[in-house]
């Protein structure tokens, strides 16, 4: 599977997916406005960091094996039941606590208790939305990309519809509740074309877990839990911030501009999920690796820059349309918003590197000390740039990043 070839089907999910979230983007706008749009982001982080311990924090190791024991099909079946081990104690467990302090998750979160019911969903459906990502991790790995995009369809038709009556009919809880369950939805669809693959069965993902491959997956779980505590909690911390000093409404604005950066980008960054880690997990020469690299700045970043031209020069049009008028003074953010989406994907090319050569020192060390200084940014110039601080410390943060990594992989002697 080619770089382009698999851009190009992967691009018809994302188109699909984008297509969805713009419309949820332009019903959110209507029914919850700049300070409901804080919020979603506030849960969406603590999601993120719930369902990743859930998991065993394992799902980018699953991918990494899977593809580099793509000729030994026992060694697959070995990953996958120790994984699935792992997700099924983790999930359980996870949800009683949840479904236990879930008052007190919606107070930190939410900062409003009457949100608990939200967190007793989310924990009523946290087994399903754990193993739909273990078996989209499968997918990936295996390079079922077909399948692999299909599943990705279904869960955007799933976001649009379910959060779209939840949120005209709900408002905000219904917003936060469809959050909390439509990737759980998905695991039928998943699991129903993970079925149907011949290399594919269900015993395969449950039994006793395996010490050596435990401890290959145990590289990854530390990568993914470091990355689950730092980049949601710096972001929360960064929403709390930009509420206080500014005003919640502004909190909404930066994560308006978060959610528009992750729709246009979508193509970019899952054909690095898909195509990159898989691949520069099967690669052992530097030199291979390097042109993997080069083919990707050749044909990635153009796409990534251009995009975010586009995007910047239509900045009203998109408001209006996508948004509201409540969202206009995010307009001052998309230009120092681009320029930092355009260092992410950049930074991102080399990132995957250390996933794919479970670089743990390295990775762990660019996640604290890069997520850390984001938010130190933001802290320190949310007075004098206002709203606009979010979107400078962006593009900051990941031209810090990029040579950071650049440098360090150098002197790996990996590149």
């Known amino acids: 599977m080619t770089l382009i070839k698999t851009s190009l089907l992967n691009g018809i999910a994302v188109a699909i997916k984008m297509l969805t979230l713009l419309g949820l983007n332009k019903v959110l706008a209507i029914y919850v406005g700049p300070a409901g749009y804080a919020a979603l982001g506030q849960f969406q982080n603590a999601m993120q960091?719930?369902?990743?311990?859930?998991?065993?924090?394992?799902?980018?190791?699953?991918?990494?094996?899977?593809a580099e024991y793509y000729e030994d099909e026992t060694?697959?079946?070995?990953?996958?039941?120790t994984a699935g081990t792992i997700a099924?104690?983790?999930?359980?467990?996870?949800?009683?606590?949840?479904?236990?302090?879930?008052?007190?998750?919606?107070?930190?979160?939410?900062?409003?208790?009457?949100?608990?019911g939200v967190f007793l969903w989310f924990a009523a459906t946290l087994v399903l939305?754990?193993?739909?990502?273990?078996?989209?991790?499968?997918?990936?790995?295996?390079?079922?990309?077909?399948?692999?995009?299909?599943?990705?369809?279904?869960?955007?038709?799933?976001?649009?519809v379910v959060t779209g009556i939840m949120v005209v009919q709900f408002g905000l809880y219904g917003a936060l509740v469809s959050l909390a369950v439509y990737q759980s939805l998905t695991f039928f669809v998943t699991l129903f074309l993970a079925y149907n693959a011949p290399w594919f069965k269900m015993q395969y993902l449950f039994g006793g877990?395996?010490?050596?491959?435990?401890l290959n997956l145990s590289k990854y779980t530390v990568m993914a839990l470091t990355s689950a505590a730092c980049v949601p909690i710096s972001h929360i911390l960064i929403r709390n911030h930009l509420g206080e000093t500014l005003g919640w409404e502004?909190?909404?604005?930066?994560?308006?501009?978060?959610?528009?950066?992750?729709?246009?980008?979508?193509?970019?960054?899952?054909?690095?999920?898909?195509?990159?880690?898989?691949?520069?997990?099967?690669?052992?020469?530097?030199?291979?690796?390097k042109r993997e690299i080069i083919q990707g700045y050749k044909i990635i970043l153009p796409v990534a820059a251009s995009c975010g031209l586009i995007i910047y020069l239509l900045r009203d049009f998109i408001i209006r349309v996508l948004f509201s008028a409540e969202f206009a003074p995010m307009e001052e953010m998309f230009a120092w918003q681009m320029v930092g989406d355009t260092l992410k994907i950049g930074s991102w090319l080399l990132g995957y590197v250390l996933l794919a050569k479970s670089l743990l020192g390295l990775f762990i060390v660019s996640e604290v000390v890069f997520t850390g200084f984001f938010y130190i940014l933001v802290f320190c110039m949310a007075e004098r740039f206002g709203v606009e601080s979010a979107a400078i410390a962006h593009a900051i943060n990941y031209a810090g990043y990029f040579v950071f990594l650049f440098v360090a992989l150098k002197i790996k002697k990996i590149i």
Not at 49 to 64: Q, R
Not at 96 to 115: C, F
Not at 209 to 214: F, H, Q, R, S, V
């Open 209 to 214: 877990i395996d010490k050596k491959t435990a």
């Open 129 to 160: 939305f754990t193993f739909n990502t273990l078996l989209l991790a499968i997918l990936n790995g295996k390079k079922e990309i077909a399948r692999y995009v299909t599943a990705n369809i279904a869960g955007s038709l799933f976001a649009l």
């Open 88 to 116: 099924l104690v983790g999930s359980v467990v996870t949800a009683i606590l949840i479904a236990l302090v879930n008052k007190q998750l919606a107070m930190w979160v939410l900062k409003d208790a009457a949100y608990g």
């Open 49 to 66: 960091m719930i369902t990743t311990f859930a998991s065993g924090a394992i799902n980018t190791g699953v991918t990494k094996y899977t």
């Open 250 to 289: 502004a909190a909404g604005y930066w994560e308006a501009m978060w959610r528009l950066s992750g729709a246009y980008l979508m193509l970019v960054t899952t054909t690095l999920s898909l195509y990159y880690l898989p691949k520069l997990s099967e690669l052992q020469d530097p030199a291979a690796i």
């Open 75 to 81: 060694k697959q079946r070995l990953v996958w039941r």
